[in-house]
């Protein structure tokens, strides 16, 4: 996969972050290691894994009408073992101990995912990372200004009775 280095690029930089990881594994939903940093730790194995916990998550969040599975978390008495969607087709599967902050877990890992779930996806249609495309396009001399974003123009919002209106706003 082209997206090889970038993706373990990510998961060297998530375990910077969040010291009390020992693992992280990104992985395609039917179980093939993507990439890994999982020192002493069988990372195919924990692919398979992967895949059929994931198997059984979406059924169980498909039964019980939860929607889209979004991110799975086991606790051991050793530690975590977190997995969150990456994309339509990858995974990331974080492992770590016990004492980790689960808050700061859930944050950075789905922060991780979005990203790995962009290369992946991205990768799938073979279009080029924006770190190798910024690579291949040469630098403009000729011209001082750079080009200008377009916008599009906006259909102009229907108007919502007070009943209607959002008074909350989600993340």
Aim: charged fraction near 25%; proline fraction near 6%.
């Amino acid at each position: 996969m082209d997206a090889e280095p970038e993706i373990l690029a990510e998961l060297h930089r998530l375990r910077a972050r969040i010291p009390q990881l020992t693992g992280a594994l990104a992985a395609s939903v039917d179980g093939l290691v993507l990439a890994h940093d999982t020192p002493g730790i069988e990372a195919e194995g924990i692919a398979a894994l992967t895949a059929a916990a994931l198997g059984v998550a979406l059924r169980m969040t498909d039964a019980t009408g939860r929607g889209d599975l979004r991110e799975l978390l086991v606790r051991g008495t050793d530690g975590y073992v977190a997995t969150y969607a990456a994309g339509r087709g990858a995974v990331l599967t974080l492992l770590a101990q016990d004492r980790v902050n689960v808050g700061r877990l859930h944050l950075e890992g789905r922060r991780a995912s979005t990203r790995i779930g962009e290369l992946v996806d991205e990768a799938a249609r073979g279009e080029p990372s924006p770190q190798s495309r910024a690579a291949r396009t040469p630098a403009r001399t000729t011209s001082g200004s750079s080009p200008l974003p377009t916008r599009t123009p906006r259909t102009p919002a229907r108007p919502r009775s007070a009943a209607n209106a959002r008074t909350t706003t989600e993340s």
